[in-house]
Nanobody, 121 residues
């Protein structure tokens, strides 16, 4: 099983980025695909998740109204469209797949390698 995260980079405050997570190696129909982030000196923080089959989504309060999660079943890829980015969004962003509570990193079985997002002020 492989989750390949990409799309990070350096962007100015107010800008946008789209992260991608390409999944392979198994069927994820019963899984939720989540995005977490880890800033310097911080723990993993839930950002957003989408259930692969139903498309039901969840967002952290910090992401609501600015980030949009989506999936493309044909490409086996999950996206996180991030807009109105703030310096406090700076972190390594990880995608993950799991079948439990989407809000807890401990319930995810598979993790990607992370992609760095840096937002300058």
């Amino acid at each position: 099983v492989q989750l390949q995260a990409s799309g990070g980079g350096l962007v100015q405050a107010g800008g946008s980025l789209r992260l991608s997570c390409a999944a392979s190696g198994r069927t994820f129909s019963g899984y939720a695909m989540g995005w977490f982030r880890q800033g310097p000196g911080k723990e993993h923080e839930f950002v957003s998740a989408i259930w692969w089959s139903s498309g039901v989504t969840d967002y952290a309060d910090s992401a609501k109204g600015r980030f949009t999660i989506s999936r493309d079943s044909a490409k086996n890829t999950v996206y996180l469209q991030m807009s109105s980015l703030k310096p406090e969004d700076t972190a390594v962003y990880y995608c993950a797949a799991g079948q439990g509570s989407v809000f807890s990193s401990r319930t995810y079985d598979y993790w990607g390698q992370g992609t760095q997002v840096t937002v300058s002020s």
